[in-house]
């Protein structure tokens, strides 16, 4: 009986130690930029409210032009400023568009391999992407 308990104990203070130097931010170098604490397992969410855009014009306030949130497991960038905008969705494209998730529902028959939405920028997407642009 003291063998489960041994287990259960060490678990639950690797657990604590874990979670304690992550939300402190040991062990890793910060290269995002400045936003709020998250929490362990909901990171920022509570921060949003009910008037999310309300609440990122807050953070931007604070925290500057370019936030870094954790939204759940999701580190997310919110761009507040226009000059900004316009630097990530003009020239900094091909950068931030690669980094798309894939829904787990599109690898069990290969889709996301097909799809223009999450396929990587290059030779076959531009082929797909020119086939479906209708240019009138």
């Not at 657990?15 to 400045?34: D, K, M």
């Not at 761009?79 to 787990?104: G, M, T, W, Y």
Request: aromatic residues 12%.
């Amino acid at each position: 009986m003291e063998f489960p308990l041994l287990i259960v104990t060490l678990f639950l203070s690797f657990t604590i130690i874990r979670a304690t130097f992550s939300y402190f931010g040991f062990g890793h170098p910060n290269f995002l930029p400045p936003g709020p604490k998250p929490l362990p397992i909901i990171g920022s969410l509570h921060l949003l409210g009910h008037q999310p855009h309300q609440s990122l014009a807050k953070l931007a306030k604070t925290h500057g032009p370019i936030t870094s949130l954790k939204l759940g497991q999701i580190t997310t960038l919110v761009f507040s400023s226009a000059s900004a905008a316009k630097e990530v969705l003009q020239k900094q494209d091909l950068a931030f568009c690669s980094h798309r998730s894939i829904p787990n529902a599109l690898h069990a028959q290969h889709h996301y391999e097909y799809s223009i939405s999450f396929m990587p920028i290059g030779t076959q997407w531009r082929i797909l992407h020119t086939s479906s642009v209708d240019y009138k």
